[in-house]
């Protein structure tokens, strides 16, 4: 038997072993989240939208008492706050 034959089957063992390294690098690189950190996530994009709808809906409120308008300026602002937030939500989102 010549030595041609142990040395490739340590060659291709080598490579086999490489190739394992590799991929689990790769595993631990694009790792699926734990479930906190979707949580967490969650809650961001959660606040990111609220946040601005809650700011035009007491901006509102404040010109409405300041005019004495009713909901003239409430109602716009709640809206131009959810979009605002639900825009913010989108960038971040495709950041992620």
Same mark, same amino acid.
């Given at each position: 038997?010549?030595?041609?034959?142990?040395?490739?089957?340590?060659?291709?063992?080598?490579?086999?072993?490489?190739?394992?390294?590799?991929?689990?690098?790769?595993?631990?690189?694009?790792?699926?989240?734990?479930?906190?950190?979707?949580?967490?996530?969650?809650?961001?994009?959660?606040?990111?939208?609220?946040?601005?709808?809650?700011?035009?809906?007491?901006? !509102?409120?404040?010109?409405?008492?300041?005019?004495?308008?009713?909901?003239?300026?409430?109602?716009?602002?709640?809206?131009?706050?959810?979009?605002? !937030?639900?825009?913010?939500?989108?960038?971040?989102?495709?950041?992620?």
């Amino acid at each position: 038997m010549s030595e041609a034959g142990p040395e490739r089957e340590r060659d291709s063992m080598a490579e086999a072993s490489q190739l394992a390294a590799e991929r689990r690098e790769m595993q631990r690189r694009n790792a699926e989240p734990s479930l906190g950190r979707r949580l967490g996530q969650v809650g961001v994009l959660g606040w990111t939208i609220v946040l601005p709808a809650l700011a035009g809906l007491f901006l !509102g409120r404040w010109l409405d008492k300041m005019y004495d308008m009713g909901v003239f300026f409430s109602a716009p602002l709640v809206m131009i706050g959810a979009g605002a !937030g639900l825009w913010l939500a989108w960038k971040w989102m495709s950041r992620q």
